[in-house]
C-alpha cells in the first residue's frame, strides 16, 4: 500500500516538473524570439516549436503581456503567433480563446495589425466566434474606420443576424463613403441571406465580361456569399468551354476556359467535392484538363443537390 502511495507521488512529482519545464522553456522562447523583435530592423520569423501543438495553450496565456506592448511590431508578432498556434487546432476551446484575442487586435492603435488579425481571423471557422468574440466585434464595427470593410464581412462571418438593420440603414442613408466598405456591405448583407442584396451582387458580377480580372476580383466575393444562386452562376462558368481566360505561365500565356481558375475557388467549399484538396482547401492534381472533366461532370450529376460549406470564411 506504501509503495502504490509512493509511486502515485512520484508519478504526480515527475509529471509536474515536465510541465514546469515546458512552461519554462516555451516563456523562454517567447522572450528570446520579442528580445529579438525588439532589436531586429528586418522582420525575424520564430521558432516553429514555439508556436507547436503542444505549445500552443502555454504560448497563449504568455502572449497577454504582449499584447499591449508599446511597439507595434512587438504586438503584431504576438498576433501572429496567436494565429499560428491555432488556427489548425483541433481543441475548441483554444480556437476560441485565439479568436477572441485577434478580435481585440482589431482595436490595435496600428493600422497595419489591424489589416493583419482581420486577415487572419478569416482562417478560423465561423463557430470559434463565442458570444463574447461577438459582442467585441459589434462594437468595433460600430466605433473603427481602418479596414472597416473587411471588419464588415468578418461580422457577417461570424453570423451577425442582429446587425442587418444596422448595415443597411447606413446603405440607404449613405453613411459609407468608400466605395469598397459599401461593396462590402452589400456582401454581407447577402452573407446574412439577404435576398435582394444576393440577387444585387450576383447581377452585377453576371453584367462583367469573364476574364481574369472577374475570375480573381470577384468570384471570390460570389464564393464568400456561400449561396446558390453565386455558386450556379460560377458552375456556369466552369462548365463554359470558351477560352476567356490565361494560363499562369507569364513567359508563355496560353488562352484557357476559365474554368480552370473557377475549379479552384469551389473545392473547399463544395462537400464531397469529386477531387482531393489539401488541408488549406487548395487542389491536389497533376492532370488539370482531367479534373476539369471531373468536375463539369459531377456538377452536372449534382446541380439540384450540392451542398455548400458554409463555417469557413
Not at 466552369?238 to 476559365?258: F, G, M, V, W
Not at 488541408?279 to 449534382?302: C, M, N, P, Q
Request: hydrophobic share 40%; proline share 2%.
Amino acid at each position: 500500500m506504501i509503495k502504490k502511495i509512493t509511486l502515485s507521488l512520484f508519478l504526480m512529482l515527475s509529471a509536474y516538473i515536465i510541465n514546469a519545464q515546458n512552461d519554462s522553456s516555451v516563456r523562454k522562447l517567447l522572450d528570446d524570439y520579442m528580445d529579438i523583435v525588439r532589436k531586429e530592423v528586418y522582420s525575424a520569423s520564430p521558432e516553429k516549436e514555439l508556436y507547436s501543438k503542444k505549445n500552443a495553450g502555454e504560448l497563449l496565456k504568455l502572449l497577454n503581456e504582449y499584447y499591449t506592448d508599446t511597439l507595434a511590431k512587438v504586438r503584431s508578432k504576438a498576433y501572429y503567433l496567436t494565429y499560428k498556434a491555432t488556427y489548425k487546432s483541433n481543441d475548441k476551446e483554444l480556437r476560441n480563446v485565439s479568436v477572441f484575442n485577434l478580435v481585440q487586435a482589431l482595436k490595435d492603435e496600428d493600422s497595419g495589425n489591424i489589416g493583419s488579425a482581420a486577415s487572419w481571423l478569416t482562417n478560423f471557422y465561423s463557430t470559434d466566434f463565442n458570444e463574447a468574440s461577438k459582442d467585441s466585434l459589434r462594437i468595433i464595427m460600430h466605433k473603427q474606420s481602418s479596414y472597416l470593410d473587411r471588419i464588415i464581412k468578418l461580422v457577417a462571418f461570424a453570423g451577425l443576424n442582429d446587425q442587418i438593420e444596422y448595415l443597411m440603414n447606413n446603405l440607404r442613408n449613405g453613411n459609407y463613403r468608400s466605395s469598397k466598405v459599401v461593396w462590402a456591405t452589400h456582401l454581407a448583407l447577402a452573407r446574412l441571406g439577404v435576398e435582394e442584396e444576393i440577387n444585387f451582387c450576383v447581377d452585377l458580377v453576371k453584367k462583367q465580361a469573364v476574364n481574369d480580372d472577374v475570375i480573381y476580383e470577384l468570384v471570390p466575393d460570389l464564393v464568400y456569399i456561400r449561396c446558390h444562386k453565386a455558386i450556379d452562376y460560377l458552375v456556369e462558368i466552369l462548365q463554359d468551354e470558351t477560352k476567356n481566360c490565361y494560363s499562369a505561365n507569364p513567359e508563355n500565356p496560353q488562352r484557357i476556359a476559365c474554368g480552370y481558375r473557377v475549379m479552384e475557388f469551389l473545392a473547399p467549399i463544395i462537400k464531397d467535392f469529386p477531387l482531393e484538396v489539401d488541408s488549406t482547401g487548395d487542389l491536389i492534381v497533376d492532370d488539370y484538363e482531367g479534373a476539369l472533366k471531373i468536375i463539369r461532370e459531377w456538377f452536372s450529376e449534382h446541380a439540384d443537390n450540392y451542398v455548400i460549406i458554409k463555417n469557413s470564411y
